[in-house]
């Protein structure tokens, strides 16, 4: 069996405008600051995530209303409605100093790592809005992944249910609120790499946890990331 090698990547960590994009956003800067903006607690728990592991930590601090580090060239929300009307110069020049290097660098993590006989366990640290089109979100951690890829099921399977045998009360699904199929780095990735060498799951999670903070936040970190630990 091939030895795990981990890699954590968070592409919605914060919210910066970089100082020469930033009149593109005038009268839209409330938006900088909503789930639009950045993903709350995403990077807080990639840290901690690659912390514990020791494991190399890849992350942006740049809004995805700039461009969106998870979404596949060519796709209708690569670019904010801010940006998607700018001229295509401004577009390239973006996609070439945010969107690539941070995307090569990831990349380039991976294949190294297959290259020496590694299996490479790539989490991707995300959070969502607890409430979506009015309609209030079931759970407390998501887990996505490609079901017909038989190393992420059972992760995910395992990961779940020691979750839940370290914190009982917190509620966590598989393939929600999002698929673990759809546009994402770890699509991506997965076209490239095959199912025994490569392992994608996008961690997700409630944003109304982050929000209140305090004990709460702390104890579903340690639970999540010591759940993962007693799976290697």
Known sequence: MKEDFFIITCEHGGNRIPAEFRHFFRG???????????DPGALTMARDLAQTLDAPLVSSVTSRLLIDLNRSIGHPDLYSEVIRVQDQATRRDILDRFYLPYRSRVE?????????GRRVVHISSHSFAPLMNGELRNADVGLLYDPARDGEL????????????RMPEVRVRRNYPYTGKSDGFTSLLRRRF??????GIELEINQAIVGNGGGGWVNLRKAIIGALGGLR
């Open 108 to 116: 380039d993590v991976v294949e190294t790592a297959v290259a020496a």
């Open 28 to 38: 839209h800067e409330s938006l900088l600051d909503t789930h639009r903006g950045y």
């Open 194 to 199: 095959e199912a025994g060498a490569y392992v």
């Open 154 to 165: 059972v992760l995910c399977k395992r990961w779940q249910e020691a979750i839940r045998g």
